[in-house]
T-cell receptor
Framework: LAKTTQPISMDSYEGQEVNITCSHN???????ITWYQQFPSQGPRFIIQ???TKVTNEVASLFIPADRKSSTLSLPRVSLSDTAVYYC????????????FGAGTRLTVKP | NAGVTQTPKFQVLKTGQSMTLQCAQD?????MSWYRQDPGMGLRLIHY???????DQGEVPNGYNVSRSTTEDFPLRLLSAAPSQTSVYFC????????????FGPGTRLTVL
């Protein structure tokens, strides 16, 4: 079971870049890294997924070093609406009881 | 596409009552799952299904039953509600498995008195 460790909370200001790091020291060879965003009273929303190096989409970037024991979600120029809880999950298909949600990182963006 | 829909949005039960939480998706996803989320915590997997007719247990299956007769629907049944089942329940679906990125429904907030 690939356990993940994230900071419990982070604060930022509008317009700043935010980097949230997730540690997953025992990640398996075939595991992917997936990040979700959850607003209050809503279900989580898929943000980005990667296996190695760097992945970028219209919302965020995901940086994964060569050893894959950690990953960093980067949110460029955050706004107040980015205030949410961010979850890092690690796992692979076929191992369906894996990929557990931890407590996540509560990001608060201030004006 | 409606995505993943859940009904009801809110429900209050008395201890010992039974009920079914409904979940449907219109994306033709094989994989569907049910989670519960307690205050300040992450989501915990209750049951999942990799396709019609196939279900399996997650982390916290006790007190819940599921069935998957169609690709679209994945109902969650509470057999005899207990206060410990007070939680927010989320249904999710994905193509091919949980690692492919899941689409979540809006949730059902359940209170058991």
């Amino acid at each position: 079971l690939a356990k993940t460790t994230q900071p419990i909370s982070m604060d930022s200001y509008e317009g700043q870049e935010v980097n949230i790091t997730c540690s997953h020291n025992n990640i398996a060879t075939n595991d992917y890294i997936t990040w979700y965003q959850q607003f209050p009273s809503q279900g989580p929303r898929f943000i980005i997924q990667g296996y190695k190096t760097k992945v970028t989409n219209e919302v965020a970037s995901l940086f994964i070093p060569a050893d894959r024991k950690s990953s960093t979600l980067s949110l460029p120029r955050v706004s107040l609406s980015d205030t949410a809880v961010y979850y890092c999950l690690v796992g692979r298909n076929g191992n369906n009881n894996d990929m557990r949600f931890g407590a996540g990182t509560r990001l608060t963006v201030k004006p | 596409n409606a995505g993943v829909t859940q009904t009801p949005k809110f429900q209050v039960l008395k201890t010992g009552q039974s009920m079914t939480l409904q979940c449907a998706q219109d994306m033709n996803h094989e994989y569907m799952s049910w989670y519960r989320q307690d205050p300040g915590m992450g989501l915990r997997l209750i049951h999942y299904s990799v396709g019609a007719g196939i279900t399996d247990q997650g982390e916290v299956p006790n007190g819940y039953n599921v069935s998957r007769s169609t690709t679209e629907d994945f109902p969650l049944r509470l057999l005899s509600a207990a206060p410990s089942q007070t939680s927010v329940y989320f249904c999710a679906s994905s193509y091919g498995g949980r690692a492919n990125g899941q689409f979540f429904g809006p949730g059902t907030r359940l209170t058991v008195l």
